[in-house]
């Protein structure tokens, strides 16, 4: 049971990796555009400030899965725990099947169906990451995926990780690891609210009073 960051935002991901409860870190071409960086250069700012996430991921932006592997190699010249991203096209599949036979991590990302999903397995995808948000806004269930696949691997001894992506809720992070992920990915605003419950909040208020009024009685 693994929690993932999903941000491009360094002093997020170094508070995140403090705390202890941070797996690893999924990253996006969108996300470093957005925080104006170079997507090698926070690849390896991440990487130098947490060593010791199991993944770092780096998604790679090209037509053939040639052109993938040769623009994965800067990122995997990095470090072993660097997760080449690669979209679940034919092109896609190609290259994790290359990039997975020379033991390199690989995270099969835009996945929306079981089949997918075996496809991925079949070409030794360390990670298959199912979009549950966005499988939840085109009317399909999201988590029903998620359990899909699961029990899918299950039955087949597969030894792929599923990584529920596109999570946007702390309700769906309980569901998906219920329902048999290995991982989920959360952006930040998610994950710092996995900490709060108002019971939680008026439980510790009441010990506090109590506290201070055995205090008083002392």
């Keep these: 049971m693994k929690i993932f960051l999903d941000t491009a935002e360094v002093e997020q991901i170094i508070d995140g990796y403090k705390t202890g409860l941070i797996d690893g870190v999924t990253t996006n071409p ?14 390896e700012e991440i990487y130098q400030a947490c060593p010791n996430l199991e993944s770092i991921s780096a ?3 090209a037509d053939t899965a040639e052109e993938m592997i040769e623009q ?4 995997i010249d990095l470090s072993d ?23 390199i ?7 929306f169906s079981v089949s997918q999903a075996i496809l991925a397995a079949k070409a030794g995808a360390s990670y298959v990451s199912p979009f549950v948000g966005r499988v939840d806004d085109n009317s399909f269930g999201g988590l029903c995926l998620v359990k899909d696949i699961a029990n899918t691997y299950k039955r087949h001894d597969v030894e792929t990780q599923i990584l529920a992506a596109s999570i946007r809720n ?8 219920e329902y048999g992920a290995n991982v989920c990915t959360l952006p930040v605003k998610v994950f ?3 900490y709060d419950h108002v019971l939680t909040e008026k439980g510790l ?8 009024a055995a205090i008083k009685e002392t």
Aim: with cysteine.
């Design 192 to 194: 710092d609210k996995m």
């Design 170 to 177: 702390v309700r769906d992070v309980g569901r998906a690891f």
């Design 105 to 111: 991590l690989t995270n099969v990302t835009l996945v």
């Design 30 to 43: 969108t996300l470093i555009l957005r925080s104006g960086r170079d997507q090698q250069e926070v690849i």
């Design 81 to 103: 725990n660097v997760t080449i991203k690669v979209p679940c096209t034919r092109e896609g599949l190609k290259a994790c099947y290359e990039l997975s036979h020379e033991d």
């Design 59 to 61: 998604e790679v932006v």
């Design 72 to 75: 994965a190699q800067p990122f």
């Design 205 to 212: 208020e009441l010990f506090n009073n109590d506290y201070l």
